[in-house]
């Protein structure tokens, strides 16, 4: 069971896409490209906001929404529409922008409301007049409204991209708890990597209206083919387990594989795999481990790909870590000082980590 999408749009302005895709009704797909690349529209026909704009199907599960015979309107697929600006009444407050959701629900159960309001951090806010909100409180309350509808399905349209770090993985977390304990599928439309890495499990990527890549976002940001056109920082995001025992303070130990990683932070209390981010900028290569230098993290691995652009000054070095695989920045000079090839043995020097952020109540 899945959402499939075979369709074809123009636009008088020249835009086009053109997208045949199928994604999987459960956890959380990432849609990711550039500014005018076509992830809003893609979203829109998805949603039913563009009858008439284009030509092909798109269904749902057993459920045909569009096609050339017939056309489900937006209120009836069962969709949760969460947009860059949050939308909500603002003649009703807070607690009234859930009632009518709830109110709407086309399924035959009865929201959790009182849930929603508690995982969202609402109690406080459900008689403030929701213009008074700040962003990330308008943004929590329209996520909440949208879940209140109980939906199938959760679009979300870059509805991050205004707030500051902390509000951002606030929502970031309850996302992932949501899929996790709720099994509501997300979609979710970035143009952050560091977004798409914290949040999630597929990735479909666009450019210039046209689907260039598809998979597991664990390989596609790890594929040189694609991170090579990523103009923001490259990052790897490798899985670990807390290395329970003896803890330093403000030093947490981390099991990698065979190996240990060592993070910067207080004791992570938690049984659970954390996940960490490594900049491709700070991973040097090295034959042998040193022993007297200040970083802390010389990991074994060995180079599974070498970016190939004979003019470039620097390359990106692909490596596998006990089968995870770490994107490493380095100099022409340093390859060809080093001799490094695909296949060798080397040591990974990693000069910074950070903790893609656990989950926080908001």
């Given amino acids: 069971m899945s959402l499939k999408v075979a369709v074809s749009l123009q636009r008088p302005s020249g ?42 199907d798109v269904s749902w599960r057993a459920t045909i929404w569009e096609n050339a015979g017939n056309f489900i309107p937006p209120h009836q697929r069962s969709i949760g529409y969460i947009s860059q600006e949050p939308q909500l009444f603002p003649h009703l407050n807070t607690a009234e922008n859930l009632a009518f959701a709830a109110s709407r629900t086309r399924s035959n159960k009865v929201p959790d409301t009182d849930e929603i309001i508690r995982e969202l951090g609402l109690s406080s806010l459900l008689t403030a007049n929701v213009e008074t909100l700040s962003g990330g409180e308008k943004q929590r309350v329209a996520l909440a409204r949208a879940l209140c509808a109980q939906p199938e399905l959760l679009l979300m349209d870059e509805p991050l991209s205004a707030l500051d770090a902390k509000s951002r993985y606030q929502i970031m977390s309850f996302i992932r708890r949501l899929n996790l304990l709720k099994g509501i599928p997300v979609i979710y439309v970035s143009h952050s990597l560091e977004e798409i890495n914290y949040l999630t499990d597929d990735l479909l990527v666009l450019e210039a209206g046209k689907v260039t890549h598809q998979g597991t976002t664990a390989s596609l940001t790890t594929s040189l083919a694609f991170v090579a056109s990523v103009e923001e920082d490259i990052t790897s995001v490798l899985a670990c387990r807390y290395q329970a025992g003896d803890q330093q303070p403000g030093l947490t130990r981390l099991q990698l594989g ?17 996940r960490v981010q490594v900049s ?16 802390l993290n010389i990991l074994p691995a060995t180079i599974e790909e070498i970016q190939d652009h004979q003019a470039a000054p620097n390359l990106l070095v692909k490596l596998d870590i006990h089968g995870q695989k770490l994107i490493s920045r380095i100099s022409r000079r340093s390859l060809e000082k080093l001799s490094l090839s695909e296949g060798q043995s080397v040591f990974a020097q990693i000069k910074s980590v950070a903790l893609l952020n656990p989950a926080r109540d908001p």
């Fill in 15 to 56: 835009f086009g896409l053109q997208a045949d895709i199928e994604i999987a009704d459960t956890g959380i797909t990432g849609i990711y490209g550039h500014s005018g690349s076509g992830k809003s529209t893609l979203l829109r026909i998805i949603c039913g906001l563009e009858k008439g704009a284009h030509h092909g």
């Fill in 258 to 274: 065979e190996s240990e990683l060592l993070l910067a932070a207080d004791a992570i209390d938690t049984d659970e795999t954390v």
């Fill in 280 to 295: 491709a900028r700070d991973v040097s290569l090295t034959l042998s481990a040193a022993t007297d230098t200040s970083i």
